[in-house]
């Protein structure tokens, strides 16, 4: 267990549907980051929260949004999912501002497909 | 923007053979470097990381990296490795400037046979 808590494991749906990802980060640590893992593009940078803010944006789509509540949990949300969504969605989570250049810690992900 | 690049694909090697698995990045500035290992199945895991000093970093279960600037490679070394060495390895680069996301190479697949 790596402190970092992700839900659900897996995730079925059906195209154009819209689903929530949840994450939660390892105690103490103030920064989210979302990151797609697929077969042809590898690890993705999505959005990344520090204690509430966005604080970085990368290869998201406007379908998708994001969000870090007062509890440190974020939470992604898909909207008119495409069979092209189908992928692993990893959260991963950091220390303070000033470390978080020292690397993450990561959840087991969730494994969504879009049928 | 940064991007790294893995060059091997997919790497198959016997048990005790010897392992090298290649990372450059494109970011010209002062880097943070890491190499993370991702099991069947499983999380990311840290197998070691480079900020500065000795270029030569060693990590958990008998890896090692080189970073070499001159020609911006941090690859990653074991000198035998195990069947249970089978997993994905994926380098990573951040800028040195804080608040910057890790940027991910593809990963090399490592199948390790018996």
């Known amino acids: 267990d790596s402190g970092v808590t992700q839900t659900p494991k897996h995730l079925i749906t059906a195209t154009g549907q819209r689903v929530t990802l949840r994450c939660s980060p390892r105690?103490?640590?103030?920064?989210v980051y979302w990151y797609q893992q697929s077969l042809d593009q590898g690890l993705q940078f999505l959005i990344q929260y520090y204690n509430g803010e966005e604080r970085a944006k990368g290869n998201i789509l406007e379908r998708f949004s994001a969000q870090q509540f007062p509890d440190l949990h974020s939470e992604l949300n898909l909207s008119s999912l495409e069979l092209g969504d189908s992928a692993l969605y990893f959260c991963?989570?950091?220390?303070?501002?000033?470390?978080?250049?020292?690397?993450?810690?990561f959840g087991s992900g969730t494994r969504l497909t879009v049928v | 923007a940064q991007s790294v690049s893995q060059h091997n694909h997919h790497v198959i090697l016997s048990e005790a053979a010897s392992l090298e698995l290649g990372c450059n990045y494109s970011?010209?500035?002062?880097?943070?470097l890491f190499w993370y290992v991702q099991y069947p199945g499983q999380h990311l895991q840290l197998l070691l990381k480079?900020?500065?000093?000795?270029?030569l970093v060693k990590g958990i279960k008998g890896f090692e990296a080189e970073f070499i600037k001159s020609k911006f490679s941090f690859n990653l070394r074991k000198p035998s490795v195990q069947w249970s060495d089978t997993a994905e390895y994926f380098c990573a680069v951040s800028r040195n400037s804080g608040n910057t996301p890790l940027v991910f190479g593809k990963g090399t697949r490592l199948s390790v046979i018996a």
């Open positions: 970011y010209g500035g002062t880097v943070n």
């Open positions: 991963a989570s950091s220390g303070t501002l000033g470390r978080e250049t020292y690397g993450y810690t």
């Open positions: 105690s103490g640590d103030l920064s």
């Open positions: 480079y900020f500065s000093g000795d270029p």
